[in-house]
């Protein structure tokens, strides 16, 4: 059995400050420096990917999944809570989560510390003058896990299927807090229509974390 002293904990809660404080602002350079690209999200896509090896700073026993008996299906930490601009995450899903397609309406970068989650990429079909309706075809699917990132400009559109028999942790960066990104929009493929997705969709519960 290991026990953690309070001591120890509070090192390692302030590493994890640092940590975060010196990734975002590496970021904020980068996005400065080259705009809203891809190039500039491989750079960021790197620095999550060194992130996410700091398991010692980023573990289920402060970041747990939820119950399985919840009801829930996710846990979302706001991992710089309060802050404007770039919001960093630390998600664990549960196997069997799925969403349907969205976009996200800023630019986000997805990074895996533990599990994996697919994700199935589309391009839109139609020609976007119906505002409530819309076509989509898959154009790829990524498996999220260590060592393999996936990054999304703002008008990309992906869904995520988590199967396996373990619960997710990702680290997710968005260009803004999620709560903020009222123009996010989800497909529903099966009837085609078009819908806000943080108001149907996304689950609300966010537990910040210093």
């Not at 710089?80 to 630390?90: K, Q, R, S, V, W």
């Not at 976007?128 to 699917?141: I, K, Q, V």
């Not at 199967?163 to 990104?181: D, I, K, M, N, V």
Request: hydrophobic content about 35%.
């Amino acid at each position: 059995m290991t026990t953690t002293t309070n001591e120890a904990s509070s090192t390692i809660a302030a590493q994890r400050r640092e940590a975060v404080q010196d990734l975002l602002a590496d970021a904020r350079q980068i996005i400065g420096e080259k705009g809203v690209t891809r190039d500039a999200l491989d750079a960021i896509s790197g620095l999550l990917l060194e992130l996410a090896t700091q398991h010692a700073l980023f573990d289920t026993t402060d970041f747990p999944p939820p119950q399985r008996d919840s009801g829930d299906t996710s846990t979302r930490y706001r991992l710089n809570p309060g802050e404007d601009g770039f919001a960093l995450y630390l998600n664990s899903l549960l196997p069997g989560k799925t969403t349907i397609p969205h976009n996200h309406d800023t630019w986000a970068v997805i990074a895996a510390i533990e599990g994996a989650e697919l994700n199935r990429i589309y391009k839109r079909t139609d020609d976007g003058s119906d505002p409530d309706r819309a076509t989509l075809e898959l154009s790829r699917e990524v498996v999220v896990r260590p060592g393999v990132p996936i990054a999304f400009l703002p008008d990309d559109i992906h869904s995520i299927h988590v199967g396996g028999a373990e619960p997710t942790l990702h680290f997710h960066l968005y260009g803004r807090p999620l709560e903020t990104l009222t123009g996010r929009l989800g497909f529903e493929t099966d009837t085609g229509v078009v819908v806000r997705y943080n108001a149907k969709h996304m689950q609300q519960a966010t537990q910040a974390v210093g």
